[in-house]
């Protein structure tokens, strides 16, 4: 009887038989016949008993060389696998990780791009002297009363904020100082306010805090400083005003505007509607082409940095651009002055009566001006990013 025992990991086999074989037709003493093996010749019992069990062992020598490979197989492919779930959560973690930054970029943007904070005021002083954050004053200098909001996004922190007033009251108007949070529509959100009374300083210097809480996310980004390219940037825009006014170029100049009072519209369309006025007064004026200025002066430039934008400007307050004296119709209040004037002296005088006679007009309405620049403001566009640092002429915080 043939008895085989296999293991995954080790194959044996063991044998307990009795192997005859004798000669066709041969019988031994009980009786038993044997046949013979064909086309083989006689041999002995005990080789053919060996040969027997070499052929099984050997087949069982094949299964178990198999069954290795296979297992081999097996741990190779598991390793692979390993390897390949790894490299998978890997680069799953990448992505998540570049999606994120992504996401937080994109909710940076978004965060200064899509709100604004301002601070207004309503009544009369004599005069508002400051409104300080952090040791600016915001308002540049002293005021009486203030139509439009004051833009303040760049100075607003994270945490406890207060502005340090400074005014002189007046009698019979109160003071009253708010600060609002924009956002499209434009949607206002009253942060904090505070009441002065009339004449609650009595004719003396009165100071007031106004303290405010911001909450992680609702700060503001202000600018800490100014690489060579911010500044290689802010210069290449101050040379695009630049050449506007040289070409006589007024639809050039409002593109160099449009990207921020399209943002500031949806802000404060009221500073927008404003400064609109002051651009197309602009506009008009360098179309005449009687306007020269000088060579482009890139020399004693000073990067002043308000909140979250860039005041251009020179050193000892000398004009960024400065052009010649040219001729400009007077408007018509001067028209209606210079009539008047000529009206008189032709009733007193003889030589006015003479220019009438003759159908001569006495008075030419030209006045002599000349177009000077002092600051421009300019601040980050959109698409900004350290590699790329776009800026763009913006409105003036303090219109």
């Not at 069954?67 to 973690?93: C, H, L, M, P």
């Not at 007024?250 to 009221?270: A, G, I, N, Q, V």
């Not at 000398?318 to 040219?326: A, R």
Request: with cysteine; aromatic share 6%; proline share 5%.
């Amino acid at each position: 009887m043939l008895q085989v025992a296999y293991h995954k990991r080790q194959t044996f086999a063991y044998f307990a038989c009795s192997v005859k074989i004798k000669r066709s037709g041969q019988q031994d003493a009980s009786g038993t016949r044997y046949m013979q093996l064909p086309n083989q010749a006689k041999r002995s019992p005990s080789k053919r008993v060996l040969l027997l069990k070499l052929t099984i062992f050997g087949l069982f020598l094949s299964l178990a060389a198999n069954s290795a490979i296979a297992e081999i197989i097996e741990k190779k492919s598991e390793k692979t696998t390993g390897k390949g779930d790894e490299a998978a959560q890997r680069s799953g973690k990448a992505d998540k990780t570049e999606k994120a930054d992504k996401t937080q970029a994109s909710k940076q943007i978004q965060s200064v791009g899509d709100k604004a904070y301002v601070l207004r005021v309503k009544g009369r002083a004599l005069p508002f002297k400051a409104a300080t954050i952090d040791g600016v004053n915001v308002l540049g200098g002293p005021i009486v009363f203030m139509k439009l909001p004051l833009n303040i996004t760049g100075y607003i922190n994270k945490g406890l904020n207060e502005i340090e007033l400074e005014y002189v009251s007046h009698p019979d108007s109160e003071l009253l100082v708010t600060v609002e949070k924009r956002t499209p529509g434009p949607k206002s959100e009253e942060i904090a306010k505070i009441v002065i009374p009339a004449d609650d300083s009595k004719g003396e210097i009165g100071h007031k805090k106004l303290s405010f809480n911001i909450p992680e996310g609702e700060e503001t980004v202000a600018i800490k400083e100014l690489s060579e390219q911010d500044k290689k940037s802010i210069q290449n825009a101050f040379g695009a005003y630049y050449n506007s006014i040289k070409e006589h170029r007024p639809d050039k100049l409002k593109l160099l505007y449009k990207e921020s009072l399209d943002k500031e519209r949806r802000l404060c369309p009221e500073s927008v509607q404003f400064f609109e006025k002051v651009l197309n007064k602009e506009t008009q004026l360098i179309k005449n082409t009687l306007i020269e200025v000088p060579a482009l002066d890139l020399n004693n430039l000073v990067y002043a940095i308000e909140g979250n934008c860039i005041r251009l400007h020179r050193e000892s307050n000398k004009p960024l651009i400065v052009s010649n004296d040219f001729d400009v119709s007077a408007n018509e209040v001067m028209e209606e002055v210079a009539k008047s004037k000529v009206r008189r002296k032709a009733k007193k005088g003889e030589a006015a009566g003479k220019a009438n006679e003759t159908g001569k007009d006495p008075v030419h309405s030209k006045i002599k001006e000349r177009l000077v620049k002092l600051n421009l403001y300019l601040t980050k566009a959109a698409d900004y990013s350290a590699e790329n640092p776009r800026w763009i002429l913006s409105v003036p915080p303090n219109l």
